[in-house]
């Protein structure tokens, strides 16, 4: 090794560990004690039954009472992944879902934006979703998100369209769910 | 041999009319056997006439049979070849729109020419225009290549089946009725399936032989060769994701059956792996195995995804995977992650990451009326530095030997993201730490990427930034405070100092101030990409091609301070 590898190692290390490199901190909780935490809550099929079941009232209500465009999907209304972040440990057994509304063609007046965030807070809030915090809130540009005890953001948002999404927290699958217990390996030959 | 502008009037219909009144002949010939059977010899007559009259009628059959199978094969290749010509044009259609479009002219011997270079460029994006139009021509100069190649290779097959049929070559296979004779010959009228460009090839090799190809060759180098094109660089990525999925099976059963064998050898040997490599290479094929675990468990999650890339034949497994389409998506970034990075511990993470980044951005571009379509890929297609390889090893991180190498893969894997499509996609080139340097020394290349983040990163393998190949511009650096890794100027000089560098934020931020989007803060080496963060928002308007929404700000600390270049040194 050259003298100014010796270095380069020495500053890469020295940097990466101030920095933290490789993983947040908090990945490094225990696998089990994240399982049983997540036990606690329903399972990613449940949980979705849930949501979408919320995010069709939002937006049915949101038409009748605001008088908003009927909504068009435009895209994959649902998408999902591993978890991410301090759950990520949990592999396969964790997932979070992505699901959107497509598009409300249009924008909601600056005036009738309260009352629509009400709609929703109201609705959302009987699924256990906090007050809406303001993300945008400037003339023709409007955004809130609300959040539940699970780590799920759903974000209303109005500008050119209207926007409605909700991203979940992190959920087992049913299969983890049912199994009670973080699975075991399987062979890989 | 035949020139291009030949090969452009070449039409599947004459071949198509051939054929047909080969099968109007050969009908003709087999309603005459019937006949001809039935005529047979009568049961009465017996002698030396009969028996003549006998072998005779035998010698007229053998005769028959061998002129049906020459007919099936001459019909079978002309069939063959009207389809092979399909493919054709659809590769010279592919090329001279291509050409059409770009302002080019294709001549007769094949040669590119710029016929329409676009007037009234402004002298800042000169250099802009004029990388990507050489890039263009070299695209239309290997496809020609390829259609030429591809022609040559349709003339001499059907040459070579009908100088068979003409020289009595064809067989029957020992058939003994005239529609056995048929089914033998038709077996010899195929023609080879063209063999895609030696090595690599380039992006435009690729898409030029891949155009050729009729649709029903496609499918059959899908399902028989699915190697070829796994991870063939500007073969549209639909037909790479169906080859690599095919590939994962046979590739766990070769390596499960390595491992088997090796642990057995393992096993009978009383030093073990002391004298032998092979414990090192159990190793190896366990983390291949663990790979294609992981790369299925992602690709089994909701949404659309694609297996652009599977290589397993390095020290470690290699693999890109997709969030939404890559043919056909509006917007695609590439994220190249860095340090330790790796398929079986990294892919399931960093598909999360591009998931949520994919998910942000297309609600974003909703919100202010565009077409919400991007494709978000990670791309883990090199042999990323992991801390066993630190000290000593060649691809220790203190090195751009890893970074060298991968940007080799990357950039053809970007240009043949452009080069596969109709249409060109906004292109996103993302690097965080190590992936940045990989990514920098790709983009020294010429890519087609439109737009450029990098985040966390000791350097770009460069110290001046018009050596990075976007448009003036279009090249963003995120660093976030306490990350002593964006401040080490390793490969280059901290990109923080980079003239003419964009700086996105990574602090807490409402954008615009006060009325604005409030977004969160992140320190450190690792959160950049963390859902709801400045730094993961930047990215998302930059992809969605809203740069003009991005936070700016430096947030530069007292290492970047220190790290700051002594002018003229550099």
Not at chain 2, 131 to 142: C, G, H, M, T
Not at chain 2, 224 to 247: C, K, M, Q, S
Not at chain 2, 367 to 372: A, F, M, Q
Not at chain 2, 412 to 441: K, M
Request: some cysteine; hydrophobic content about 35%; charged content about 25%.
């Amino acid at each position: 090794m050259t003298l100014r590898q010796a270095m380069a190692t020495l500053m890469v290390a020295l940097a990466l560990t101030v920095a933290g490199c490789g993983s947040d901190p908090s990945k490094d909780a225990n696998m089990n004690t994240l399982f049983t935490e997540l036990m606690q809550r329903p399972d990613i099929q449940t949980a979705e039954a849930d949501y979408q079941d919320l995010l069709a009232r939002i937006r049915d209500k949101l038409v009748a009472d605001i008088g908003i465009e009927r909504w068009t999907q435009d895209g994959e209304p649902v998408s999902g992944s591993a978890c991410v972040g301090q759950y990520a440990k949990l592999g396969a057994d964790g997932e979070i879902r992505r699901y959107s509304s497509g598009t409300s063609p249009g924008n909601i007046a600056d005036a009738d934006w309260p009352r629509a965030v009400e709609v929703v807070a109201d609705l959302a809030g009987r699924h256990g979703f906090g007050e809406p915090q303001v993300v945008v809130d400037r003339p023709g540009d409007h955004e809130v998100s609300l959040k539940d005890e699970y780590g799920a953001e759903l974000l209303f948002g109005t500008a050119v369209n209207t926007t409605l999404s909700l991203s979940t927290g992190c959920h087992l699958t049913r299969e983890a769910h049912q199994r009670g217990i973080p699975a075991e390996e399987a062979p890989l030959y | 041999m035949v020139d291009f502008a030949k090969v452009r009037r070449w039409q599947p219909e004459p071949l198509d009319q051939a054929e047909h009144q080969l099968k109007g002949r050969s009908e003709k010939l087999l309603g005459l056997a019937d006949e001809f059977a039935a005529m047979g010899t009568p049961a009465c007559w017996a002698g030396d006439a009969a028996e003549f009259a006998r072998r005779r009628r035998t010698r007229v059959s053998d005769r028959m049979e061998h002129i049906v199978a020459g007919v099936a094969a001459a019909r079978s290749a002309l069939r063959n070849a009207a389809d092979a010509i399909v493919g054709l044009k659809h590769g010279v259609a592919e090329a001279d729109g291509l050409a059409a479009s770009q302002g080019f002219a294709i001549d007769a011997d094949g040669a590119i020419r710029d016929v329409a270079p676009p007037s009234d460029v402004p002298a800042e994006h000169a250099d802009d225009v004029s990388r990507e139009r050489a890039r263009i021509q070299a695209e239309l100069s290997d496809r020609v290549e390829q259609i030429m190649r591809r022609a040559a290779d349709i003339d001499n097959d059907l040459a070579t089946v009908l100088g068979r049929v003409a020289n009595g070559e064809i067989g029957d296979d020992g058939a003994t009725d005239l529609a056995s004779a048929a089914t033998a010959g038709a077996g010899q009228g195929d023609l080879s399936v063209l063999e895609p460009p030696s090595g690599r090839g380039t992006p435009g090799d690729n898409a030029g032989w891949w155009d050729t190809l009729s649709k029903a060759e496609q499918r059959r180098i899908i399902n028989e060769n699915p190697e070829w094109i796994g991870n063939r660089d500007g073969v549209p990525y639909t037909a790479r994701d169906h080859a690599n999925r095919a590939l994962l099976g046979t590739e766990r059963a070769r390596l499960q059956e390595e491992a088997r064998r090796l642990e057995a050898d393992l096993d009978d040997n009383m030093f073990g792996g002391l004298f032998t490599n092979d414990d090192a290479r159990l190793d190896q094929v366990r983390e291949k195995l663990e790979a294609i675990r992981t790369i299925e468990g992602t690709l089994a999650k909701p949404g659309e995804r694609q297996l652009l890339l599977l290589d397993l034949t390095n020290e470690r497994a290699e693999a890109a995977i997709s969030n939404g389409n890559v043919d056909t998506a509006d917007h695609v970034a590439v994220f190249t992650p860095g340090l330790t990075s790796n398929v079986p511990d990294s892919m399931q993470g960093y598909d999360g990451n591009m998931d949520q980044l994919q998910f942000r951005t297309e609600e974003e571009l909703r919100r202010y009326g565009e077409d919400p379509s991007v494709a978000t890929v990670t791309w883990i297609g090199y042999q990323a530095p992991q801390w066993s390889e630190t000290i000593i090893d060649e691809n220790s991180v203190t090195e751009d030997h890893a970074a060298r190498k991968g940007a080799e893969k990357l950039a053809p894997f970007l240009q043949g993201i452009d080069t596969a499509r109709d249409t060109d996609a906004h292109l996103t080139a993302l690097g965080h730490s190590y992936g940045s340097t990989t990514t920098g020394l790709a983009l020294q290349q010429n890519t087609g990427v439109d737009d450029a983040v990098f985040f966390g990163s000791p350097g770009l393998g460069t110290d001046h930034l018009n050596e990075i190949n976007v448009p003036d511009g279009h090249a963003t650096y995120i660093e976030a405070k306490w990350d002593g890794v964006g401040d080490l100027g390793h490969f280059g000089i901290d990109p923080s100092h980079l003239d003419g560098m964009q700086h996105g934020s990574s602090a807490e931020a409402q954008h615009p101030a006060d009325s604005g989007r409030t977004l969160a803060g992140v320190t450190g080496h690792s959160a950049y990409l963390r859902d709801g963060s400045t730094s993961q928002y930047n990215m998302s308007v930059t992809i969605g091609g809203m740069s003009d929404k991005m936070v700016s700000g430096n947030d530069r600390g007292v290492t970047d301070v220190l790290s700051w270049p002594i002018p003229g040194t550099y």
